[in-house]
């Protein structure tokens, strides 16, 4: 009898892992060849901490926006407040603001703020996009929008151990291409 139960439950176990919700678990994001990423691995829904020992460096790249939007960083200290970074239309691709230091560790959220009028994209228009896991339960911020990665709408790349790159979906199909940067003084959670 107890054999039984024991493979009963292994198989509830292996059944249940297979529908976890998509915010229970990161996805991998491939980059295709010839690409602006610098990172080797993408990570879909990564946390952003400060260095501690840099100021924190924002660096805009060229992406392939489909979506009109704004790059925030929230100020973690007030619930609804933020710093603006960057808008992806215009946007002087290899402009810089620099935010300053931020204490080690401390998690770096930042928001794309969907400001698009235009065909598809205008029922999006107000959105609020968030890096990070996205998780309700556990997270500051939540997407306000569900996409192909479910609330998860940034990925994270690390290019050396102070740098990392983020690129945020607006489209909500997986393309992480609509605002695209360089964070200096910051290193990625998986």
Same mark, same amino acid.
């Not at 960057?86 to 560790?105: C, Q």
């Not at 890096?131 to 996409?147: F, I, K, L, P, Q």
């Given at each position: 009898?107890?054999?039984?139960? /024991?493979?009963?439950?292994? *198989? /509830? ?5 297979? +529908?976890?919700p ?7 994001f ?5 690409? @602006?990423?610098?990172?080797e691995?993408?990570? @879909?829904?990564?946390? +952003?901490?400060?260095?501690?020992? &840099?100021?924190?460096?924002?660096v ?19 619930k $609804?407040?933020?710093?603006?970074? !960057? ?7 290899? &402009?810089?603001?620099n ?5 080690? !560790?401390?998690?770096?959220? %930042? ?10 994209? /205008? ?10 896991? !996205?998780?309700?339960?556990? &997270? ?12 998860k %709408?940034? *990925? ?11 690129? %945020? $979906? ?5 393309? %992480?291409? $609509?605002?695209?940067?360089? +964070?200096?003084?910051?290193?990625? +959670?998986?």
């Amino acid at each position: 009898m107890f054999g039984k139960t /024991a493979i009963v439950t292994s *198989a /509830a176990i292996i059944v249940c892992a297979g +529908i976890l919700p998509s915010y229970a678990q990161d996805g991998y994001f491939t980059k295709t060849q010839g690409s @602006i990423w610098e990172a080797e691995t993408l990570y @879909i829904g990564a946390q +952003i901490r400060a260095n501690g020992a &840099d100021d924190l460096v924002v660096v805009m790249k060229k992406g392939h926006p489909r979506v009109e939007g704004k790059l925030y960083l929230m100020n973690t200290d007030k619930k $609804d407040s933020a710093i603006y970074v !960057n808008s992806n239309k215009p946007v002087a691709y290899g &402009d810089s603001v620099n935010l300053g230091r931020y204490e080690k !560790n401390e998690e770096l959220v %930042f928001m794309y703020v969907i400001t698009d009028t235009t065909g598809y994209y /205008a029922p999006l228009r107000g959105k609020k996009l968030y890096s990070g896991r !996205n998780m309700g339960s556990v &997270d500051r911020y939540t997407s306000e929008a569900d996409g192909m990665y479910g609330k998860k %709408f940034g *990925a994270v790349g690390r290019i050396n151990k102070s740098t990392v790159e983020l690129g %945020f $979906d607006g489209s909500g199909m997986g393309t %992480f291409l $609509d605002a695209v940067c360089r +964070i200096k003084g910051a290193y990625l +959670i998986r």
